[in-house]
């Protein structure tokens, strides 16, 4: 990734809006947060790639991600869907339902346990987090989770220990990252923003495949003493993420 000066349009939660912002930063692009249902269309319009955020979810925001999904797709803009909390609430699952089969995303993008609800499949997810019992074997996971994207016609990003990638045809198993990325909030959504940045300059399997392999390694190399300081110094190792020798991804390709 280098110095883009790309806009990157986010209608994101407040938990994690302003790390959201600044990972986009670091990356070198431009953040837009706007929300507002009477300016997201024109700044809809004037992005390289939009990122969605059911998380926290309001109804104001409800509203505008609608209006700029639609704007997107009519103007060939790409963009990704996070699928925060649709395991835990109705109301989510069937907005996010109804704007897919609207507007389908480039990408939609969850957790085991949202992906799993988005898709009918039984979740016990509580909350924002994905729950242990709906973990199950990997590759097990690959097989609905390609179903998935061929049957919608985008890329499936399901995120956890091991993230699986898929647009229908191939299968990509990402195995970087760290256990501390779970420990703090929000390092979904920052993932959610830098896979749409990676859309504004690659086709998009392989930008949700960069931006994830390129996040985490940033992750592994993160030296902290805790939470708090994982936070601070994750930040930093984003910025410097172009200095990455790509050897240090661990993707496995099924086909
Ligand atoms: N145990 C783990 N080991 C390695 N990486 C992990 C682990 N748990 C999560 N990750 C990574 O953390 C990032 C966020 O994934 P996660 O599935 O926790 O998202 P999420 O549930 O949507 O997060 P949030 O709701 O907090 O934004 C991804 O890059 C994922 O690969
Ligand atoms: C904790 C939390 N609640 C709603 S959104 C969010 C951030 C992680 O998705």
New binding site residues.
Partial sequence: MKQTNNLIHCITNPI?INDCANLILALGAKPIMACHPDEVESITSNSSALALNLGNFDDIRAKSMMISAKCAKENKIPFILDL?GVACSTLRLNYAKELVSLYCPTVIKG?ISECKAFYGMTSHAHG???DIQDEENIYESCKWLKEMALNLGCVVVC???V?VITDGKEVNLISN???M??RI?????M?NVAIATFLASYSPLLACVKA?CY??VAAEKTECSGPGTFHMHFMDEIYKLTSFDESLFKIEVLG
């Avoid at 909030?185 to 959504?189: I, L, P, R």
């Fill in positions: 994690s925060v957790n924002v987090d994905a995120s956890g220990k993230d990252g760290c256990e990325l779970s909030t929000g390092t979904g959504c993932l994830t996040y985490e």
